[in-house]
């Protein structure tokens, strides 16, 4: 029994050193500002799930952070439960819901729109969550799912992603 011990201890030992000496190779280069950024674009998913009227702090943080991210990854901002009525102009457009920004502060719409600057495919928005709480009609901003997009967006999206952040 000693001896069968004695040599799965070994064998372990010698697996473990073996593993612990082998070089890892990543592909990181040193951005020139001097973080860690991947050599390759990244696909990103950014999911709000919380409501502006109710958390406007998140959705601003959520969009403020898709948009900055933007410039050097593919990012997809995905709105899911209560967060679909960033969608919705009528809700997005209220005066009272500002953002702190690296670029100052703006109204979460303009910050938004900076963020689709016209490419309503950066954002995807759950059909399940949007028609149970506004029916047949369509999204302002984003790509629904089988009415105005493919019915696979979401599962494309999903599986792409090298990095899903949820707010």
């Known amino acids: 029994m000693f001896n069968k011990f004695r040599k799965v201890f070994i064998l372990g030992v010698g697996i473990a050193t073996f593993g ?77 819901f500002k953002c702190d920004t690296p670029w100052g502060e703006i109204s979460l719409i303009e910050n938004l729109e900076a963020f689709l600057d016209g490419n309503n495919d950066n954002m995807v928005v759950c059909p399940i969550c949007w028609k149970s709480r506004y029916g047949d009609e369509k999204p302002d901003f984003g790509v629904l799912p089988g009415v105005t997009a493919a019915p696979t967006a979401i599962g494309k999206m999903m599986l792409d992603a090298d990095k899903i952040l949820d707010f």
């Open 20 to 96: 612990l000496f082998q070089s890892v190779n990543a592909d990181w280069l040193i951005d020139s500002d001097g973080g860690i950024s991947v050599g390759d674009a990244q696909d990103v998913v950014i999911s709000l799930q919380s409501n502006p009227m109710s958390d406007p702090e998140r959705a601003c943080l959520a969009v403020t952070f898709a948009r900055s991210l933007s410039g050097s990854v593919n990012v997809t901002l995905f709105v899911t439960l209560d967060g679909v009525s960033l969608a919705d102009d009528s809700v997005v457009s209220s005066r009272r």
